[in-house]
């Protein structure tokens, strides 16, 4: 008998490695999945294409939400907030693999358009300018309250 290192070794540590390699990659592309090359809102309607739109400000039966409201279908793990535009923000800085999947969506769409709902969806097509701009739920409750919105905030 040999204490070294032998074939049937040899052969375990490549396949393991192999299958180690294989599922990086696999993590990798998902992570890394490319992003559409714009970002572009889509009226509410009866035909919204299912498997590449987000749903803000409001709830929906089927579509990924980012909603404070009642009902909403957020992906699990994104960090809440009071508003939906502060859970858009908050989707943007986070690398929750669920909350990533949503923000790949090419579209967003929402009911109703006050502040809230409108913000949400500029910051969910102009994500660099949200980012650079974003004052945290302070600033942004500071901004609803100026508009007269903090009320409505939980309708």
Not at 8 to 34: C, E, K, W
Not at 40 to 69: A, G, K, M, Q, R
Not at 93 to 104: A, E, G, I, K, L
């Amino acid at each position: 008998m040999s204490d070294g290192f032998g074939l049937v070794d040899a052969l375990q540590y490549v396949l393991i490695t192999a299958a180690f390699m294989f599922g990086a990659r696999l993590l990798y592309q998902f992570y890394n999945s490319p992003e559409p090359d714009s970002y572009n809102y889509t009226p509410w309607n009866s035909e919204l294409p299912e498997d590449d739109t987000v749903v803000v400000d409001c709830t929906h039966p089927t579509l990924p939400t980012l909603s404070h409201h009642r009902g909403h279908n957020n992906p699990p793990g994104i960090r809440g907030s009071d508003t939906s535009t502060g859970l858009v923000l908050n989707a943007l800085s986070q690398w929750n693999r669920d909350v990533v999947v949503v923000m790949h969506k090419r579209y967003v769409t929402t009911n109703h358009f006050d502040i809230d709902s409108f913000l949400s969806v500029w910051c969910y097509i102009n994500r660099k300018e949200a980012l650079e701009h974003d004052g945290g739920e302070a600033g942004l409750a500071a901004g609803l309250s100026w508009w007269g919105c903090l009320d409505c905030r939980n309708s």
